[in-house]
């Protein structure tokens, strides 16, 4: 008994020692730690919130930055070029791309590894793909995860893509500390804006490829939309730059209204902004815990499994069948 008393004690200790080391390589900036901790993350493996709770203290000082936008628009180009300047500014980067299969961007993520191959030799660059294939729901999960391993290895900005379609992707434009909104002329992005609710979380719009014909009323177009929203008063007001991502063009104001955004958040403090990020971010692992808590207790291979039966002998719907189940898991 003692013998077994004490090897629980040894791997315990063992087990905190591993875990320390862990989080003080990744706050060292050590890649390899760090690749290995946001793979398990998105692999969803148990115990990696024992790692993040404990890195979360250290990522306040990174400035999160969003850009979404249809496939095609010119996202990945852009950042590319925001990558570049940053650099030059003596920043380090961390990106985070997401949504690299999907169907609509087919191809995407051999293009946009070619585009970032440049940056792949830099050490302060670290670039991390996830897909949204495979997924459960838990896409969000990953892309805070992922940005707090990135923050706490100390990158200055984090730049995340994502097309921004779906709840998921919603809350993770609300994780950024800065939205930038990429649309290009005459696709009728501005009225897809309207449509999507993008309008409300854009902090910036970047009007794309505006060397082609269109732009101007695409640009009058959004800055109609933008006379029209019921601002808040001290809020910010979103701002329009055009660029030519293909060029360079227009990466340098893009940059400096997103470092007018961040100068603005921190010194008003806008204390609704925080506590929505606080809110979203509690919102998503309330949910993880609650789903992962609910089904332990219910011991789903049997007490669903009687559930589903009693559906197809007709004693019951789905909707009251689910409701009995959450009733069960509260009682
Ligand atoms: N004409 C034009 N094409 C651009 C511009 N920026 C990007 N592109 C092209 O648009 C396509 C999609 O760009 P990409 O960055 O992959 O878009 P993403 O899907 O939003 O990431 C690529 O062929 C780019 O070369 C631009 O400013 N003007
Ligand atoms: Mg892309």
Redesign the pocket.
Known sequence: MQLLYLLFQGCLLTYTAMDTQLVEKVLAGDVKAASRLMRDIDDAAPDTAIHLKRLYPHTEHAHIIG?T????????????GMIQHLRRQGKTIGVLAIDPTSPY?GG?IL??RI?MQRHANDSAVFIKSIATRGHMGGLSQSAFGITTVMAAMGKDVILI?T?GVGQDETDIIRLAHTTVV?V?PGMGDGIQAVKSGILETADIFAL?????EGSETTLDEIKMMLNMRQGQKHDWEPQVVK?????G?GIDGLLRQVQNHWNFIETKGLKGYWQQKARTEMMIHFRRLLMERSLSMLNPGQTCQAMVDRILDHEVDPYTAAAELVAQVLK
Request: proline share 3%.
């Open positions: 850009l936008g249809a496939p095609g628009a010119g996202k990945s180009t852009l950042m590319d961007s995407a293009g946009d585009r893509e097309v990429v290009t794309n490829k505006s060397e082609l660029t030519v991502a293909l060029r063009q």
